[in-house]
């Protein structure tokens, strides 16, 4: 089993930042792929953005590309999502998610674990 905790959400203001984290504990295969997912209110969880095992491919939704940076840090089990010229749209909770069987999948089945979410809400 693989734990997840996320950390980092929060208020702000539209055009602003934040940095999201995730650290992994428990059984971590060195192949675990790991991404981000969010869900805002009365919408269907949606892919945000994947990081493969070596951390040097990534695949990202359409409507975070370019403002979205996803990374990973193998030595500390952690992955993070940089989130710039944050809008509202961009408001819901966001989950970590991890995969030990496949690469970049871009859909919720794929992923094994998950976090328990954490809160961005981005005010116009």
């Known amino acids: 089993q693989v734990q997840l905790v996320e950390s980092g959400g929060g208020l702000v203001q539209a055009g602003g930042s934040l940095r999201l984290s995730c650290t992994a504990s428990?059984?971590?295969?060195?192949?675990?792929?790991m991404g981000w997912f969010r869900q805002a209110p009365g919408k269907e969880r949606e892919f945000v953005a994947t990081?493969?095992?070596?951390?040097?491919?990534?695949r990202y939704a359409d409507s975070v590309k370019g403002r979205f940076t996803i990374s990973r840090d193998k030595a500390k089990n952690a992955v993070y999502l940089q989130m710039n010229s944050l809008k509202p749209e961009d408001t819901a909770v966001y989950y970590c998610?991890?995969?030990?069987?496949?690469?970049?999948?871009?859909?919720?089945?794929?992923?094994?674990?998950w976090g328990q979410g954490t809160q961005v809400t981005v005010a116009s």
């Open positions: 990081i493969n095992w070596s951390a040097d491919t990534t």
């Open positions: 998610a991890a995969d030990d069987v496949r690469q970049l999948a871009n859909y919720q089945g794929a992923y094994d674990y």
């Open positions: 428990g059984r971590i295969r060195t192949t675990l792929a």
